[in-house]
C-alpha cells in the first residue's frame, strides 16, 4: 500500500521556469491538502481540496495553483518560479468525518529555485 | 491566523533523561494533534487529543491538552535515540474545519 506518493522527489529550477509537482494517494481519500516546509516555520497550508473539482486557498497561496484532476490526484503547479518558493512542499491525505481525522504525508518534494 | 508556538525549538538531551516539549496559542482550538517528522520523510501522526485537559499516554510518551484547549505538551520519560525526531503539534481551530495550523515544530536529538 502506497499512501501519498510524490513526484518528483528533488528538483532544481530557475527564476521564472514554471513546473507541476504531483501527487497521488490510494487511499480513497476525499481531502488532500499542499503544504510547504521552511525552517523554523512549521507546516504552512498552500491550498486544500475537500472534494473532486473543488479547491480553496490556504495560508500562503500567493504563486502556485492547484488542480483536483480526480479523487486521486492533487497537482501543484508554479507558473514563474522565485527564489522564495525554495522549500519543501508536502502533499497530504484524510479522509472526512466527524471531528479532526489523521493526515497521511507524502516523502516530499526538495524544490530549489536558483 | 492562530498561530502555535511551540518550545523548545530544539533540544538535545542524552538517552535515558526525561523532557517535555510545548506547544502554545493564545487561541481556542477544537482539537490539537501531534506528528513527529523524520529526515526525509513526511510527518506521521502520534496522537489527537479533543477534550480539555484530556491526557493520553502512547507507551513512553505522555501527551495532555490544556484545560482552556490553548496549549499542549509532551512529554518523554526515558528517553531513546529512536525517539529523535521533528515534532509538531497541530491545531483544528474550529470543529470540521480540516484546515489544520501546524506549529513551528521541536527537534528533537537523543544521543546514545
Known amino acids: 500500500n502506497a499512501g501519498v506518493t510524490q513526484t518528483p522527489k528533488f528538483q532544481v529550477l530557475k527564476t521564472g521556469q514554471s513546473m507541476t509537482l504531483q501527487c497521488a494517494q490510494d487511499?480513497?481519500?476525499?481531502?488532500m491538502y499542499w503544504y510547504r516546509q521552511d525552517p523554523g516555520m512549521g507546516l504552512r497550508l498552500i491550498y486544500y481540496?475537500?472534494?473532486?473539482?473543488?479547491?480553496d486557498k490556504g495560508e500562503v497561496p500567493n504563486g502556485y495553483n492547484v488542480s483536483r484532476l480526480n479523487k486521486r490526484e492533487f497537482s501543484l503547479r508554479l507558473e514563474s518560479a522565485a527564489p522564495s518558493q525554495t522549500s519543501v512542499y508536502f502533499c497530504?491525505?484524510?479522509?472526512?468525518?466527524?471531528?479532526?481525522?489523521?493526515?497521511?504525508f507524502g516523502d516530499g518534494t526538495r524544490l530549489s529555485i536558483l | 491566523t492562530q498561530l502555535l508556538e511551540q518550545s523548545p525549538q530544539f533540544l538535545s538531551i542524552q538517552e535515558g533523561e526525561n523532557l517535555t516539549v510545548y506547544c502554545n496559542s493564545s487561541s481556542v482550538f477544537s482539537s490539537l494533534q501531534w506528528y513527529r517528522q523524520e529526515p526525509g520523510e513526511g510527518p506521521v501522526l502520534l496522537v489527537t487529543v479533543v477534550t480539555g485537559g484530556e491526557v493520553k499516554k502512547l507507551k513512553r510518551l505522555t501527551f495532555q491538552f490544556g484545560d482552556a484547549r490553548k496549549d499542549s505538551s509532551l512529554h518523554i520519560t526515558a528517553a531513546q535515540p529512536g525517539d529523535t525526531g521533528l515534532y509538531l503539534c497541530?491545531?483544528?481551530?474550529?470543529?470540521?474545519?480540516?484546515?489544520?495550523?501546524f506549529g513551528t515544530g521541536t527537534r528533537l536529538t537523543i544521543i546514545p
Open positions: 487511499m480513497n481519500h476525499n481531502s
Open positions: 497541530a491545531g483544528e481551530p474550529n470543529f470540521g474545519n480540516e484546515k489544520l495550523t
Open positions: 497530504a491525505s484524510s479522509e472526512m468525518g466527524q471531528g479532526i481525522q489523521p493526515q497521511h
Open positions: 481540496s475537500a472534494s473532486e473539482g473543488t479547491t
